[in-house]
């Protein structure tokens, strides 16, 4: 059982930062895949970005690439979101979710997920 909490949302100007963070209690951290989630109102939750268990491979969406980037602290059970120059379509519900992953590969739909945090607002004004 994994139980995750993010942090760092907030309201920003276009071409800000933000730094989201998701903390993940229970054992064995490290051999959990994790990913960013992200719902605008109205639509699907799509795949922002993902870890491999190992932090080794990274997978960032189409629209995010050069702007966020992903990583992970297994010693803190942590697992970040820089994001950069952000943009008004940013402005969603961000989530992080786990994958308990038997290699160190990604998972980058939401349907391979096991466990969700609480989500944190983002918002990113013109």
């Known amino acids: 059982q994994v139980q995750l909490g993010e942090s760092g949302g907030g309201s920003v100007q276009a071409g800000g930062s933000l730094r989201l963070s998701c903390a993940a209690s229970g054992r064995s951290f490290s051999r959990y895949a994790m990913g960013w989630f992200r719902q605008a109102p109205g639509e699907e939750r799509e795949c922002v970005a993902a870890?491999?268990?190992?932090?080794?491979?990274?997978y960032h969406t189409d629209s995010v690439k050069g702007r966020f980037t992903i990583s992970r602290d297994n010693a803190k059970n942590t697992v970040y979101l820089q994001m950069d120059s952000l943009e008004p379509e940013d402005t969603a519900v961000y989530y992080c979710?786990?994958?308990?992953?038997?290699?160190?590969?990604?998972?980058?739909?939401?349907?391979?997920?096991?466990?969700w945090g609480q989500g944190t607002q983002v918002t990113v004004s013109s």
């Open positions: 979710a786990a994958a308990f992953s038997a290699t160190d590969g990604l998972r980058s739909h939401r349907d391979l997920y096991d466990y």
């Open positions: 870890i491999s268990r190992s932090g080794g491979n990274t």
